[in-house]
């Protein structure tokens, strides 16, 4: 079950989009999403802890995974890697490795939410992208 | 004996000029009500501390609230957590107080996770990454929570002299960097003597935990404080959703200002009894008005701070039987206004009834009541009512603390009307079973006496510490303006203070009968 309200999915999406057409260099097809999830990684790990990190995104990855089948190949390694990626088995259209990269960080935030609140999770993605707005996120 | 000019030459500097070069200690705020009190200020500057205590009792709180009071984004606080408590786990419960800005977090407040130096390295490798950060960042305070998990860990592979040592370089290297520090861990009280970590230290704040009865007491204890005088002994401490807030056992009137040297004398409002008192009440005297239920000692409580008011003498009532209206309203009945002043902020009437709260938090609220309106005069109707609002387990702190309050207010010039329930027999007059008299200057006894097929009232000065005051007993009546004092001396009447008293004189006529007006 995905918990992420509107507000998350949007601000997902925005993050999602501001990683799009930054690859990595080894794999243009690399998602955005996990983009966006190592680069908040260093920053929740200095929350969590390495381990903390881990099992945060784990979980995030398991829910989403149950609506997203080319993610069940997906594993979170240690330190919060990414794993069992190369190229999902069928092929993924580009929408929908978009669509399900926003649930999967919708989701991660989701948790932050939770965990933290609202606030504090905005204050912490804030840190990590400035050049986002948050100002007119959805709300419904 | 006096000294000579030359002798006078020669003297070395005065206090002041030697104390000039003295190194300044800045004292920073702790940001918990009541605890800069008890530290004698606040928590030096740059000092190397520990916050210790059993599990739950408020460490992790008192370091966040001292960090969110004090760090700014020019300054701020490094938060180094090891295993007890991940920083997502803090900031989920440490956010519910009323202290946490989240603004703060990330630029005046930083969280560093150290978790995976701790588990994987050795204490070298931990004090090389605190050193990395501290260079870093320049932090103004530096928080480890806990340090006792990284001792812990420590100690499985490392000497306590190795430990010693690393305790000893991690003070000096912060220190160096003007930082101030908090260490808190989890320890046990007989720890104290033989860790290195206690011995390095420059303040040592010991939360406690004691269970009294079914009540639990927060305490709080400066075991150590280097260069400044703390307020020695164990304090009450509440958490709440404002975080932790200190009582100190002091009150925090050790600094108060010393009453006037000639002091005045205060108008009872009852012109008879000022008479009895030798023209009044002293002024900064405390005097306890002790009789059974219905002889009127609200009424005199009532009549003291009005006439106050009338004075421009700003009054407190505490009040723990009946609710404040009630009182305002009884009073009216006397035709004394106490709405008036009360919306001038002249008069606060207190009802106070906690049921849970430590004396100590009781007289607080008093204080800070008596400071808000400037009080003069302060009536506390009833001690037992006072006594009965606390939670038993605080019970047995009552006296003292009535002791030190009493003591602290009176000396710098607040003057106090208690009330006291007294059960009447008809073979002796107890003037109280709180054996509280000690803490009076001054005692009035009312009691009923049986004259002439009425159960009417008499009244007596017992005691006056200030001077004379007149030994006659005097029958009184509640009318419709208070308590009134009539009649002179029962001369035809002995045994008075029996409550049966036996009639001497030959009565020629009737006396007029004392009552109420209807």
Redesign the interface.
Known sequence: MIRATPQMRDLASRLVTAETGKPKASDPEYPAAFNVCEKLRPHLATLMGNEGFRAVLSRALTVTSAEVKWLAEVQVNVGGAWGGWDKPEAQVAPKELRESGVLLVAQLLGLLVVFIGEKLTLHLVRDVYPEISFEDLNHT | MKKSKAAAKTKPPTKVARESGKVVIHKMPSGVRGLDDILGGGIPEFSFNIIAGTPGCGKTTLAHQIVFANATAKRPALYFTVLGE????M??YQ?QYSFFE??K??RAIR???L??VVMEKDLDAVFQEIAKQVAEVGPSLVVVDSFRTVVRKALTSTSELEMQGFVQRLAQFLTSWEATTFLVGEYAPEEVKDNPVFTIADGLVWLSQVPERNSVVRKLQIMKLRGQESVPGLHTVRISEQGLQAFSRTLGLAARKSPPERRRRLSMGIPDLDAMLGGGLLEGDSLLIAGPSGTGKSALATQFIAEGLRKGEPGIIAVFEERPNGYTERAAGFGLDLKTPQKQGQLEILYLRPLDLSVDETMQELLEAIQRVGAKRLAIDSLVGFEMALAPGFRADFRESLYRMIGALTGAGITILSTVEVEDTFTAMPFSHYAISFLTDDIIRLRYAEIDGQLRKIIVVVKMRGGNHSKDIREYVITDKGVVVIGPRQTDYARLTTGLPEHLGQREEAPPEPKAKS
């Open positions: 991940p920083a997502m786990k900031l989920r956010q989240e603004e977090l990330g969280f560093v996770n978790a995976d």
